[in-house]
């Protein structure tokens, strides 16, 4: 989105016009609406500024829900966006904290500045792209105890303010240029500005999972996030906002709500042991975390083999913080022998998860030439240092 489209959202005729069209469903439905729109008079400016947005809605409520509606979005900022019930419980560690004036530099489109302002704390917005700051004073502005000020991140006195929060762009200039910025000296502000500011005041910082875990310093809580057994965020916690005794976490958001793991360290792998009836995949947050071992001596179980996040036991426990499979059935890892088991048992339809193992899964599959109304998951990984396939199903 440029300057001249985003005249075109934010005048009374775009916003009107964005308000009354019917959800995003399909680009055959764009093109209906392109023309009826063209018919109606709007100009083509117009019509390409109002659908691009409906679109950008759509995909936003996988993590705004119904508030995406009345939303206005960026593609980069959509995608770096907080999902509303991670900035939630964001917000509740200011809240509880004590601290009332946060400013949220690098705020992007908004998304984390809605969740404190909505629990009524006094937030600053700071965003340093002209476009996306406009973006989140329209997204901010239910809420008068919300500020956005467009300026850099370096250039803000934060010791007027009691905490911060640092959501660092990851990304390359632009509004819909997507690309990740994979070296954290390039992020935006630097991770080096990061990590000065958290030594001043109470501060929170929102990384990507995959960060090297070698940068987290020590005295940081490191709060790895999952929803829905995706990994969306490592949460860097400083000061006050920190627990007293948590230095590592998996939260786990999900079906069943929101479930912790923690510890004051990483924790010490669990012995490896015999494959079992019940194999545990944990989440990939636990595995972020580190806290596979802990995991491990809650479920009574082992691990499959050294350095390989596979637990197994003879019981099925139910855990939010692991999925659960039956162990069916054990296979050679043979791929003319596997061809011939899967044909026989008539599995057409086969997901493979791996661990341990050089494989593609997908060019695994093509070659195993599948046939059949059947479906089952094989697990091919290392079972006391030796590749085994397991045929398993879910609990």
């Known amino acids: 989105m440029d300057i001249s489209e985003l005249r075109e959202i934010l005048s009374a005729e775009g916003l009107r016009l964005l308000d009354s069209l019917p959800p995003y469903e399909s680009a055959a439905d764009v093109l209906k609406s392109v023309t009826e729109l063209r018919k109606a008079g709007h100009s083509p400016a117009m019509v390409a500024a109002v659908l691009s947005q409906s679109k950008l809605r759509g995909r936003g409520e996988a993590k705004f829900g119904p508030f995406a509606s009345r939303m206005l979005f960026t593609e980069a900022g ?117 990590f000065a500011t958290a030594a001043t005041l109470p501060t929170g910082i929102k990384l990507g999972p995959g960060i090297d875990r070698d940068l987290i310093p020590r005295d940081a809580e490191a709060q790895w996030v999952s929803v829905d057994r995706d990994v969306v965020e490592l949460g860097l916690w400083f000061g006050t906002l ?4 948590i230095r590592r976490s ?28 019940y194999l545990y995949e944990p989440d ?30 003879n019981s099925a426990i139910e855990t939010p913080f692991a999925t659960c499979f039956r162990v069916l059935e054990v296979l050679p890892f043979d791929e003319r022998a ?25 060019e695994f599959r093509k070659r195993l030439k599948l046939k059949g109304d059947n479906s089952a998951t094989l697990v091919v990984t290392r079972v006391a240092g030796r590749h085994s396939a397991l045929l398993v199903e879910r609990t």
């Open 338 to 362: 596997l061809r011939k088991e899967l044909a026989a048992r008539g599995i057409g339809r086969l997901e493979i998860k791996k661990r341990g193992v050089d494989l593609d899964p997908a």
């Open 78 to 194: 959509l995608e770096q966006a907080t999902r509303l019930q991670v900035a939630a419980l964001h917000a509740g560690r200011f809240r509880a904290a004590g601290v009332w004036r946060v400013v949220d530099l690098g705020c992007g489109i908004g998304g984390d500045a809605m969740a404190m302002a909505a629990l009524e704390l006094e937030v600053t917005a700071v965003e340093r792209d002209e476009v996306t700051a406009a973006i989140a004073a329209y997204n901010l502005a239910p809420w008068p105890n919300a500020t956005v000020v467009n300026a850099d991140a370096t250039d803000i006195d934060v010791t007027d303010f009691d905490a911060v929060f640092l959501d660092p762009a990851r990304r390359t200039s632009g509004h819909s240029n997507t690309s990740r910025v994979t070296n954290p000296a390039d992020y935006s502000p630097s991770l080096d500005f990061a």
């Open 250 to 277: 998996a939260l786990v958001i999900g079906p069943h709500g929101t479930a912790e793991l923690s510890a004051d360290a990483d924790s010490e792998d669990a012995p490896t042991g015999e494959l079992g009836d």
């Open 242 to 245: 920190a627990r007293p005794g």
């Open 284 to 313: 990939g947050a636990v595995i972020r975390a580190r806290l596979i071992g802990d995991l491990a001596r809650r479920l009574d179980a082992t691990m499959l083999s050294d350095g390989i996040a596979y637990l197994s036991s």
